[in-house]
């Protein structure tokens, strides 16, 4: 992998004690005293919408579709360090010594700082250690955080500073974005030179913690017990209680009370589990079957102890009196449907397999000025606007894209040979392969392409969007599509724009649109839905909003601010188009219980 630009980072939250204001040379005397402390949319309402997203299925029925800002959002990851094939030799000890590894993380700030963010133990005469301690990091996805691995040899019991056994730089997208979260490296040399031998694992995982987990049961009741004498039937209810430490109850829910039913049957029951057990699927609570009476105090029918675990697996529960009294038959609570409905995340989809995938259409037409011009937008004097930009979000977004390859497009110009513009032409020149070797690739197809080819117009957005569709609807991996445009003017063919993002809305495709140059882009405000839903020619409303469109001037020349800005929304919109078809994360079948995405996708478009 090629060496990659430090970007400015995003602050590190949480409190350290540590900061280490160098280059990248490891302190070893920080050993023994560095310490990690620890919009809304206005709703149009069409018949002919409402009927196109009427084969959704369970989600539609709640759907709330906004324009309004996706929620910025964020994770905390926990990184499990593995190291193989360590050596260490030290003329004092040998032949004798061997490798007591410890592994130092930093993470890289602005102006060539490093933050120490978390250290292991040390794992003494192994050089194939798996480290118990994890190293915990806030991760953003529009940011790219730098994180450097320090490999030193620990527990040596002389004055002598810790030798470095190796280190390892790669950023924290590119362990995130690896096949199931699991990066593996060799170790580079230390800036003394040593020579460094061995291998380093990370594996990323996302810090769960209280995610809103709710328990969802469908209950019936079975041959409850009669408590209005012989002329009336009970009138059931359930309450639902966690268990305090100090094993008193406290009711958290209670159900509808079905009138004269002594096999009632309630609506769905949701529980969030950090009322009910605070998120221990082995704690024990407790739920009771009361019959409801209007004269006199209300009569316990039974009530059962049960865990999350339990329930979810066991179809029956026997009611048992308050007094203990088995042999009285109070009736039983059927479980007729179980399971837990998570708010899945980002990380969730990404660790289990969902690619981001990147395609780029550069604009071309003649109000950019001829390449070889000093003046021109397309100038080869220096980075240009162009080249950051696609830079800038390109680093980022190929992290996530296994392969590393980046469609490459071009629009409006007129290609050698040819006599007419081209809308959308592949800057590799061959439409059957379109695809490019990383950013690097496409810089340089970038730069040839705009050396080679005659700039003309107009500004058409369509067919590049048209086409990042068709590569969306066709791919054949889990993928998430993304278009970058980068262009320096307005768009000419407005309503056919409009038509082909309306029609995208439906598949895994964001449209990212950077201004470049000093146009006012103010008409192309319209794009970004944030206020206002699109609508086509036929009256269709557009889905979600797919499209964030960002001058570069507003990001004052920064490349790593224009990538914050206009990647900031697409975790949440990839979250939105998953919750839409229902999809749920695939490592989710391998969870001990089962879990749902929650019918109401309003968690998906929460501002």
Same mark, same amino acid.
């Given at each position: 992998?090629?060496?990659?630009?430090?970007?400015?980072?995003?602050?590190?939250?949480?409190?350290?004690?540590?900061?280490?204001?160098?280059?990248?040379?490891?302190?070893?005397?920080?050993?023994?005293?560095?310490?990690?402390?620890?919009?809304?949319?206005?709703? $149009?309402?069409?018949?002919?919408?409402?009927?196109? !997203?009427?084969?959704?299925?369970?989600?539609?029925?709640?759907? %709330?579709?906004?324009?309004?800002?996706?929620?910025?959002?964020?994770?905390?990851?926990?990184?499990?360090?593995?190291?193989?094939?360590?050596?260490?030799?030290?003329?004092? #000890?040998?032949?004798?010594?061997?490798?007591?590894?410890?592994?130092?993380?930093?993470?890289?700030?602005?102006?060539?700082?490093?933050?120490?963010?978390?250290?292991?133990?040390?794992?003494?005469?192994?050089?194939?250690?798996?480290? %118990?301690?994890?190293?915990?990091?806030?991760?953003?996805?529009?940011?790219?955080?730098?994180?450097?691995?320090?490999?030193?040899?620990?527990?040596?019991?002389?004055?002598?500073?810790?030798?470095?056994?190796? $280190?390892?730089?790669?950023?924290?997208? +590119?362990?995130?974005?690896?096949?199931?979260?699991?990066?593996?490296?060799?170790?580079?040399?230390?800036?003394?030179?040593?020579?460094?031998?061995? $291998?380093?694992?990370?594996?990323?995982?996302?810090?769960?913690?209280?995610?809103?987990?709710?328990?969802?049961?469908?209950?019936?009741?079975?041959?409850?017990?009669?408590?209005?004498?012989?002329?009336?039937?009970?009138?059931?209810?359930?309450?639902?209680?966690?268990?305090?430490?100090?094993?008193?109850?406290?009711?958290?829910?209670?159900?509808?009370?079905?009138?004269?039913?002594?096999?009632? #049957?309630?609506?769905?029951?949701?529980?969030?589990?950090?009322?009910?057990?605070?998120?221990?699927?082995?704690?024990?609570?407790?739920?009771?079957?009361?019959?409801?009476?209007?004269?006199?105090?209300?009569?316990?029918?039974?009530?059962?102890?049960?865990?999350?675990?339990?329930?979810?697996?066991?179809?029956?529960?026997?009611? !048992?009196?308050?007094?203990?009294?088995? +042999?009285?038959?109070?009736? +039983?609570?059927?479980?007729?449907?179980?399971?837990?409905?998570?708010?899945?995340?980002?990380?969730?989809?990404?660790?289990?397999?969902?690619?981001?995938?990147?395609?780029?259409?550069?604009?071309? #037409?003649?109000?950019?000025?001829?390449?070889?011009?000093?003046?021109?937008?397309?100038?080869?004097?220096?980075?240009?606007?162009?080249?950051?930009?696609?830079?800038?979000?390109?680093?980022?977004?190929?992290?996530?894209?296994? &392969?590393?390859? !980046?469609?490459?497009?071009?629009?409006?110009?007129?290609?050698?040979?040819?006599?007419?513009?081209?809308?959308?032409?592949?800057?590799?020149?061959?439409?059957?392969?379109?695809?490019?070797?990383?950013?690097?690739?496409?810089?340089?197809?970038?730069?040839?392409?705009?050396?080679?080819?005659?700039?003309?117009?107009?500004?058409?957005?369509?067919?590049?969007?048209?086409?990042?569709?068709?590569?969306?609807?066709?791919? %054949?991996?889990?993928?998430?599509?993304?278009?970058?445009?980068?262009? &320096?003017?307005?768009?000419?063919?407005?309503?056919?724009?409009? &038509?082909?993002?309306?029609?995208?809305?439906?598949?895994?495709?964001?449209?990212?649109?950077?201004?470049?140059?000093?146009?006012?882009?103010?008409?192309?405000?319209?794009?970004?839905?944030?206020?206002?839903?699109?609508?086509?020619?036929?009256?269709?409303?557009?889905? $979600?909003?797919?499209?964030?469109?960002?001058?570069?001037?507003?990001?004052?020349?920064?490349?790593?601010?224009?990538? +914050?800005?206009?990647?900031?929304?697409?975790?949440?919109?990839?979250?939105?188009?998953?919750?839409?078809?229902?999809?749920?994360?695939?490592?989710?079948?391998?969870?001990?219980?089962?879990?749902?995405?929650?019918?109401?996708?309003?968690?998906?478009?929460?501002?």
């Amino acid at each position: 992998m090629r060496a990659l630009s430090t970007l400015s980072l995003a602050t590190l939250l949480g409190s350290v004690q540590f900061v280490h204001a160098a280059h990248s040379t490891f302190d070893p005397s920080a050993l023994s005293t560095a310490r990690l402390s620890a919009s809304r949319f206005e709703h $149009r309402r069409n018949q002919k919408y409402l009927s196109s !997203i009427a084969p959704l299925g369970p989600l539609r029925s709640n759907l %709330a579709l906004r324009g309004g800002s996706v929620p910025e959002l964020k994770s905390r990851v926990k990184l499990t360090i593995e190291c193989s094939g360590l050596e260490y030799s030290d003329w004092k #000890t040998w032949p004798f010594s061997k490798a007591d590894p410890l592994v130092v993380v930093y993470l890289h700030g602005p102006n060539g700082s490093m933050t120490e963010v978390g250290r292991t133990e040390c794992v003494t005469d192994n050089p194939n250690p798996t480290f %118990a301690t994890k190293v915990e990091v806030d991760y953003f996805f529009e940011t790219r955080q730098q994180l450097q691995f320090v490999v030193v040899q620990g527990g040596q019991g002389t004055a002598d500073p810790p030798a470095e056994l190796g $280190r390892l730089q790669c950023t924290l997208s +590119s362990i995130v974005g690896s096949r199931a979260g699991k990066l593996t490296r060799k170790l580079e040399a230390s800036p003394s030179g040593k020579k460094a031998k061995g $291998r380093l694992t990370v594996l990323a995982e996302e810090v769960k913690g209280k995610r809103g987990d709710v328990l969802k049961l469908e209950l019936k009741g079975l041959d409850l017990r009669q408590m209005d004498g012989f002329f009336a039937k009970s009138d059931p209810y359930l309450l639902f209680f966690r268990k305090r430490p100090d094993k008193s109850l406290e009711q958290v829910h209670r159900t509808e009370t079905v009138t004269q039913n002594l096999n009632p #049957t309630w609506k769905t029951v949701k529980v969030p589990l950090s009322d009910l057990c605070n998120g221990d699927l082995k704690a024990k609570w407790k739920v009771e079957c009361w019959d409801a009476d209007l004269l006199t105090a209300d009569d316990e029918i039974g009530g059962v102890e049960t865990t999350v675990e339990e329930i979810l697996t066991k179809p029956t529960l026997p009611l !048992i009196d308050r007094e203990g009294r088995e +042999s009285l038959k109070c009736g +039983s609570l059927i479980v007729t449907s179980s399971a837990v409905e998570r708010v899945p995340s980002f990380l969730d989809y990404v660790v289990s397999g969902c690619e981001v995938t990147v395609s780029v259409a550069i604009d071309f #037409t003649a109000s950019n000025q001829d390449a070889h011009l000093p003046t021109s937008l397309h100038s080869r004097t220096g980075p240009n606007q162009y080249a950051q930009a696609m830079q800038a979000v390109g680093e980022i977004l190929i992290e996530y894209d296994h &392969d590393k390859k !980046i469609a490459a497009f071009g629009y409006g110009a007129i290609l050698p040979g040819e006599a007419e513009p081209s809308h959308c032409f592949p800057l590799t020149g061959n439409h059957a392969a379109v695809e490019v070797d990383g950013v690097q690739g496409l810089l340089d197809a970038y730069e040839k392409t705009a050396a080679s080819v005659r700039l003309h117009g107009p500004t058409n957005f369509a067919p590049s969007i048209e086409r990042a569709a068709m590569l969306a609807r066709e791919s %054949a991996k889990h993928a998430y599509q993304v278009l970058l445009i980068v262009t &320096d003017g307005c768009i000419t063919d407005k309503s056919a724009t409009v &038509d082909a993002i309306v029609k995208a809305s439906h598949l895994p495709l964001s449209i990212i649109i950077v201004g470049v140059g000093g146009e006012d882009f103010s008409d192309m405000n319209f794009l970004d839905g944030d206020k206002n839903a699109l609508v086509d020619g036929d009256g269709n409303v557009a889905l $979600r909003d797919i499209v964030q469109f960002v001058p570069f001037r507003e990001c004052k020349g920064d490349p790593a601010a224009l990538a +914050s800005q206009v990647l900031r929304e697409l975790p949440g919109q990839l979250l939105q188009y998953h919750a839409l078809k229902g999809i749920k994360p695939h490592s989710w079948a391998d969870s001990a219980v089962p879990l749902d995405l929650p019918a109401d996708n309003a968690w998906a478009f929460a501002a």
